[in-house]
């Protein structure tokens, strides 16, 4: 089973006026104590041992080499390269600077090729006593110097027999490429620094002694891609792979070859086809945009066309059979309505039955046109893709996670009241049913992350009917299968006095015990010695007592936090929610 969480996810943080009360709390928690190497630390999914999965996220101690910086990146941090007294190799970064840095030069937002390429994610295994980061593609190609620290690694799945699945990527290296400008006397030859890596991202399975890579099909420019997302206890992983290229991606190709054939290209073809899977990558869907909600919808595109796959592995990882799934609809070839983007579908969560949930591209109301291009949830069961829902009042949507009784959840987006919403949903394969979650009023803004076999599920909504674009977001429980259930607010379920403030619930197991993201404020000193508060994101374990949820009176402070991500409805960022997923984990919501 899997769980997601919110990667770029603005959360609005309420400080409560405590109340006294002297009835046990539903359930006790655990902060886990955050390595010292990263500022944020972001659960993925929680198994039976009350073990987890987690994302480190934002590095506090890369070194950094300011010589290797381009001037404009220089200057964007208030630092002036023609100033003669300026030495490089001796200046010390503010906190400020540091910051800006390590986002700008992230793989995800790092636009400036010529630039190194900083690491900014973490693949944490969390065994009960600490959190231990494991890192797998530091140095893939000893013949070529790396760039060090230009690796980001993700867990995403985790089973029983604590074997954990992800995808990590390359180490950069830099590169020069000379190339002509000008004619005649004027002619002249100019040489460029770029990074470049051997691969874009690689599927990881690993047990702790023994670790695993999985090459993706199709690698005819930046390594191909290869994703795991989910594994079961009968050693069934499912994710996704790159297996050709995109109609659009091909005509590029083409063109970038064509100018360095004709020697017109200032960049060699895989920085050329790079620079495009980046923008793709970071591309939304610009049909959906809603002026009112300013919701913004990730599309997680790339140059290939992906396809869900499901690898039936051996006790050591061992690939012994896989299957990949098609889209739901075969990409439009209708007269002026050609649609040369890539088509993909996407596997996120596997149940012990061997039935996979996740995402596939199609087209609103069946109708192919590249504007009406959308994902939607899907099964993915016995070779067949099928859909969870085609009613046209969606046009956006995945599942999330599934349990062992064939019970998915999911979201899907549609308009309430002239804005878009993120709205839960859970479908039972074996009766075809589909349900709309209640969330905590008309309008909340919800998304279920995990779901275990009793039906409990969790994830992060909306808790204020305000007209706000950022409204205040909890992590919530839900049981199911209970008569006249509701939503709770997990931060009741802990009692008013816990100091804490659980803004996504990322995963529930079997013992209904729940990993969750708690948004701490934390104190730090700048290298002048000004101390200034924190906004970050903490994991802690819930466990169920058997007490009574509190009601707790607020007063809200809004803080806004951003780029929670994926930690993982982001990791979820970096794909699911169109764009949330990546919520830190997996999607981009």
């Keep these: 089973m899997k769980h997601f969480n919110l990667g770029v996810l603005g959360v609005a943080i309420a400080s409560a006026m405590l109340s006294n009360t002297a009835q046990a709390d539903a359930y006790s928690f655990q902060k886990v104590e955050t390595p010292d190497s990263v500022l944020h630390l972001y659960p993925a999914a929680l198994n039976d041992n009350r073990h987890s999965i987690a994302l480190g996220q934002f590095p506090l101690d890369l070194q950094i080499d ?29 906190d400020g600077q540091y910051k800006t840095l390590v986002n700008n030069l992230r793989d995800a937002r790092a ?25 797998f593609f530091e140095d893939p190609n000893a013949t070529l110097p790396q760039q060090t620290g230009s690796t980001d690694h993700f867990y995403y799945g985790l089973n029983n027999n604590d074997v954990r699945v992800g995808w990590g990527t390359a180490p950069y290296r830099f590169i020069e490429y000379t190339y002509t400008v000008g004619e005649g ?22 047990d702790g002694v023994t670790t695993r890579t999985y090459e993706a099909p199709e690698q005819s420019y930046l390594g191909g891609e290869s994703v795991m997302m989910d594994i079961n206890d009968h050693n069934v992983a499912v994710g996704y792979v790159s297996t050709g290229l995109s109609p659009q991606a091909v005509e590029f190709a083409e063109s ?18 790079w620079q495009r899977w980046h923008n793709l990558s970071n591309a939304v869907a610009t049909n959906l945009q809603d002026y009112y909600s300013r919701l913004t919808i990730g599309t997680n595109q790339s140059i290939y066309d992906m396809r869900a796959i499901v690898w039936q592995l051996d006790g050591s990882g061992n690939v012994i059979s896989s299957q990949q799934y098609e889209p739901l609809m075969e990409r439009s070839q209708v007269e002026d309505q050609e649609d040369s983007a890539d088509f993909s579908t996407y596997a996120y969560a596997v149940n012990n039955n061997g039935i996979a949930v996740g995402q596939s591209w199609t087209y609103y109301e069946g109708e192919p046109a590249p504007s009406r291009r959308i994902k939607m949830p899907v099964v ?23 349990n062992d009784n064939n019970q998915v959840v999911g979201f899907l987006i549609k308009r309430i009241q002239g804005v878009q919403r993120y709205v839960g949903f859970m479908y039972d394969i074996d009766t075809d049913t589909f349900n709309e979650l209640p969330g905590f009023f008309v ?18 909504a909306e808790i204020e009917p305000t007209l706000s674009n950022q409204r205040r977001r909890v992590g919530f429980f839900y049981a199911s299968a209970e008569t006249d259930a509701n939503f709770i607010n997990l931060n009741d379920a802990v009692g008013c006095e816990a100091g804490v403030f659980i803004a996504t619930a990322d995963g529930i197991n079997n013992n209904s015990e ?10 730090r000193t700048d290298t002048d010695g000004t101390v200034y508060t924190e906004q970050v994101g903490q994991m802690i374990v819930l466990d169920p007592t058997g007490g009574e ?41």
């Design 549 to 589: 949820i509190s009601n707790c009176s607020e007063e809200e402070t809004r803080v806004e936090r951003q780029g929670a991500s994926t930690g993982i409805v982001g990791m979820l960022g970096m794909f699911l929610i169109g764009g949330l997923i990546t919520l830190r984990r997996r999607f981009k919501v």
């Design 443 to 460: 309008g909340s803004s919800t998304i279920p992350t995990a779901i275990n076999n009793a039906g409990e599920i969790v994830g992060t």
């Design 111 to 135: 636009t400036q090729t010529s630039n190194p390429r900083l690491s900014y994610y973490y693949a944490g295994f969390y065994n009960g006593q600490q959190v231990d980061f494991e890192a």
């Design 514 to 523: 729940i990993v969750a993201t708690n948004v701490q404020p934390i104190e």
């Design 66 to 94: 300011l010589t290797q910086l381009s001037d404009a990146t220089l200057y964007g941090i208030g630092i002036d390269p023609e100033d003669e007294d300026l030495d490089l190799t001796t200046y010390e970064l503010s």
């Design 256 to 273: 970038c070859q064509t100018s360095v054939d004709e020697g017109t290209a200032t960049r060699p073809v895989n920085i050329c086809m």
């Design 185 to 206: 006397e004027d002619e002249k030859e100019l040489t460029t620094t770029f990074s470049e890596r051997d691969f874009t991202r690689q599927a990881i399975w690993t």
């Design 380 to 402: 993915f069961i016995d070779g067949e893709t099928r859909a969870i829902t085609d009613s046209n009042e969606y046009y956006w949507g995945s599942a999330t996670d599934i």
